[in-house]
């Protein structure tokens, strides 16, 4: 129905290139989350696609047609702002009816698209209010079903649930999850949160500094990630990253680090040495214990207990941080030496400029 | 006069002015503070309260001196066999009594007086200095009665001109200011901050000095005479702009965007989202204006000489002009081309303090 092509998508403001060139395929109805650090370009790439920003090379297409020259109110798509936008001095059905009016839609019609919305997002006992009287979440409701009268398209999520507080991030998230499957259209959603990005999409799309990094669907990205930076990002708490190299020694290998001893890298061929190599490794993906053997003498400095889970800030030899997450209740205590190793098959290696050096575990080795 | 000023305003607002910082004594702050706001209050409102009061009195007791706060009048009797009411005075007699009594005539040092309990009897004659005059507060309506009826049509006229300048040019300098301030404010396009200091910059050129060939322009458009002419000078002012501006740069751009995504056209943006949600702001453009359009002298005087387009503040001028002064009908005509300003501020009141204190303009 409404797929979304960008091709060499280029937007520069002045002589800084802010998004130097992306290519993009969403297929239709997918969910497709942008993710990256705060100024990677994801809001900048969402208002090219609104409309909002004017592209300076490159073209966007919706369903086969390049709607890189038509208005934002003509592409078919609707957006809802991270902070809202509501217009405050209108009532919410006053919000919901003002793009319908404005393209001279009949009363009824209005009126009929307006209570549907009302419905589906349970907000059509506020219709009268306006925004001022609404609380955070409401007033989120009412922007996505002002998007949702328009009828578009394409939705565009702009950071919508940054300015709401944890619990109440947590119930949008699940609803916009199940508006996405009810409405069953295209729906992008911009977000600097991974875990709105693991826990949404269909296919996150990781940006750095206005490129992409790597596309895929969010177990895809956390078990074979790309780069360093994709490993770090995806996942929390983040990858541990330790440098080093790697000693091929007749088909397996050992990860070796000054100060630490050598790591049996077990469950993965290595066919030839690597001299500078990072090893990350997740906080879950370690065996511990307290016994020496095979593994890094960790030293507890922090213990955070989650109750479900326990995680340990450690320190390595050569004031290396470590973090450790594990099931349950922890019984370490602060200042005891831990010894840790990844298990088997699940540790990433990348090469001197971050790159996955492949095969990547996971591929090879399920849980 | 001041006191009753200041008395009134305690009974009217009450436990407000009587807040004070210590919860129980009076701090020297307290002291310090209401000191200071007395004085203010005595300032600012001392003058107006006179020129109020003192319209209500009569020629004579304007002449009066030393004045009196409250406008007197001479109390006076009607007398069987005296053609014209008596002015009544107490009288010292002789014997230390105070008696009160019709005056007839006064003759040199002497007055004649007569009781006008029993006007029929004998005329008694005192002397003047030992007589008071009985006075009682007495507002002079016929002031403005006087002044309403006796220049006919002529002050309505007047009133119709003041309020036709005021009010239709109010409304073109809001519509243009505020559509100079929307450009200004929510557009980026090369030349805007040039345009903000030109607009800015005449703010350096004093009124008086653009007042010659701002004349040369209405009368080469043949608006001498015209209240157009008073209007068309004034619409478009660098503070209504600027203030105007300041404000809608507090208005989030995502606002206009998500406008522009649900199909508004640039005018109706600036209609539906951007007039509403600056009306702090207009409202404290529309005070200035008025204000400004409803006192303007110069500009009509220059430009209106007809006494058929004169406005209040002309005609008020020109009762100085004529051989006698009638300060009586002058405050009284001063007092009435005062009370619109107070109407307009007392209803545009809620939104000043709002607009001011949100477009950061002290």
Redesign the interface.
Known sequence: MSNLVLRHLRKSFGSVDVIPGVDLDISDGEFVVFVGPSGCGKSTLLRLIAGLEDATSGDIQIDGKSVVDVPAADRGVAMVFQSYALYPHMTVRENLSFGLENIRMPKAEIEQRVSHAAKLLQIDKLLERRPKQLSGGQRQRVAIGRAITRDPKIFLFDEPLSNLDAELRVLMRVEITKLHERLGNTMIYVTHDQVEAMTMADKIVVLRGGVIEQVGAPLDLYNNPKNTFVAGFIGSPRMNFVEGAVRAEGGSGAFVSPDLPSLDLAGRSIPASIDQVTIGIRPEDFDVSTEPGNGWPATVEVLEQHGANSYLHCTLPGRRMLLIHQAGQSSARRGDILYVAPREGLFHLFDGQGLAIRPSPRAQVLR | MADSSMTNQRQGLGSFLFARRGRKRLALSDILTYAYLLLGVVIMFGPVAWVVLSSFKTPASLQEFPPTVLPYATESVALDGFNAPLPLYDVTMEDGEIRRMAQVRRVGLNAQMVDPENPAAERVTVPAASTEPVRRVHFAVENYTKLLSNSGSDIWRYVFNSLFITVVATAITLIMNSMAAFALSKYRFRGSNAALMAILATLMIPATVVLVPTYLIVAQLGLVNNLWGVILPTVATPTGVFLLRQYMLTI?D??I?????????EW?IFW??ML??SAPALAVVAIFSILSRWNDFLLPLVVLSRRESFTLQLALASYQGENVIHYDQLLAMTTLTALPLAGAFIFLQRYITAGVASTGIK
Do not use: K, Q, T, Y
């Open positions: 989030p995502e606002l965007e998500a406008a522009r995504m649900d199909h508004a056209s109706r539906r989202i509403p949600l």
